[in-house]
Nanobody, 125 residues
């Protein structure tokens, strides 16, 4: 699976942004998908994830209620809608894919097999 993230940019606090991740491969619908982010000088952290079926979603506490992850298996796409952005959301955002039989540790970046190249989101105050 090859992943290509897009949609990043420079926005002001309170604005919205939607990230997109395009996936190649016929088996996209069998992969759990996640979004992670990495701010300068910090480790890559979990943001959100969605199960292969789209039936379950998971969010890190800092983004709950503001971010929404979704997927379109027919288009091999996964999205991250980000609302009420804050300066602390500034980071490079990565999409990732994994093939697991359950949602075990879906937040753990080491369980993901494939990664996109990242897209930069900068939120100014």
């Amino acid at each position: 699976v090859q992943l290509q993230a897009s949609g990043g940019g420079l926005v002001q606090a309170g604005d919205s942004l939607r990230l997109a991740c395009a996936a190649s491969g016929r088996t996209f619908s069998s992969y759990d998908m996640g979004w992670f982010r990495q701010a300068p000088g910090k480790e890559r952290e979990f943001v959100a994830a969605i199960r292969w079926s789209g039936g379950s979603t998971y969010y890190a506490d800092p983004v709950k209620g503001r971010f929404t992850i979704s997927r379109d298996n027919a288009k091999n796409m996964v999205y991250l809608q980000m609302n009420s952005l804050k300066p602390e959301d500034t980071a490079v955002y990565y999409c990732a894919a994994r093939s697991q039989g359950s949602d075990y540790a879906i937040w753990r970046r080491t369980t993901y097999d494939y990664w996109g190249q990242g897209t930069l989101v900068t939120v100014s105050s």
